[in-house]
């Protein structure tokens, strides 16, 4: 009893720091802290201790799995925003339009068509973001810098499906401020094509990814504690490093 409490004020605790740490990132780069939102990723958290954060002020949950989302999104309802951040098939869009408010992880035409087709079924367009590859790497979603002009053209084509920005899970870095290129890449990207909104930022780089524009950043781990089940194919990181 006695650690489950601990644990779950340190949840009050973490994400109070993040916020501070968000907001003095913003103060730097002579941004306001409130124009960033916090999308705490709480893919593998028990629906109890999301309930604690939600209770100390999170609006915006992260969430990288439709099965997961659908049975939290009924425990907790929606007093706040759940947003998918991971990979979607194509067979899941129908569901995944129903449980989120934003997808962050558009990674590829054939999945944004079969977005457009449901989203006009349902007569409500959905918002996304497109998922760049910054560096092109091999293991990782989304469009390589130099095929995103033509990829956002073909979407602005699909008028049930909203661009409202760009997302990116840059490489895995020893220190934070190894990121900041590849967060200044994605919003001179974003700056290009006028969109509003930039997803980019993790727990270990999250205050860097707010010097260079951040829109939103998905933190899970610093507001969270460590993920259970840190199973490759589950963690954007450990995924994105595969190159050992
Ligand atoms: C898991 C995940 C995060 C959060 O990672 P942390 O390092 O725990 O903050 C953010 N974005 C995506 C796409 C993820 O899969």
Redesign the pocket.
């Known amino acids: 009893m006695r650690v489950l409490e601990s644990r779950m004020q340190a949840i009050g605790a973490n994400l109070e720091r993040v916020r501070e740490r968000i907001t003095h990132a913003a103060e730097r780069a002579g941004r306001r802290g409130d124009d960033i939102l916090l999308v705490g ?1 709480s ?1 593998s958290v028990e629906v109890e201790r999301i309930r604690v954060a939600v209770a100390a002020g999170l609006r915006a949950l ?1 969430e ?1 799995r439709v099965q997961e989302a659908r049975h939290k999104i009924a425990e907790l309802g929606r007093p706040v925003a759940w947003h998918l ?2 990979h979607l098939q194509t067979n899941k869009v129908r569901d995944a339009l129903e449980l989120f408010d934003l997808i ?2 558009l990674d590829r035409l054939e999945l944004a068509r079969e977005c457009d087709r449901r989203a006009r079924l349902r007569g409500r367009p959905v918002d996304v973001l497109a998922q760049v590859n910054v560096a092109g790497e091999e293991t990782k979603g989304g469009w390589r810098p130099e095929a995103l002009d033509a990829a956002l053209e073909t979407l602005a084509a699909l008028d049930h499906v909203r661009v409202r920005g760009l997302m990116a ?1 840059p490489p895995a870095v020893e220190r934070p401020e190894d990121a900041r290129p590849w967060f200044q890449a994605l919003r001179k990207l974003a700056e290009r094509h006028g969109l509003a909104e930039l997803s980019m930022g ?3 780089d999250f205050e860097v990814a707010v010097e260079e524009g951040a829109t939103m950043v ?5 507001i969270f504690g460590p ?1 259970p089940t840190q199973a490759p194919r589950e ?3 450990a995924s994105g490093a595969r190159d050992g």
Not at 218 to 222: H, K, P
């Open positions: 990723v893919k992260g990288n951040v991971g962050h992880s899970i993790m727990s270990a998905r933190v899970g781990t610093a993920r963690d954007a990181r």
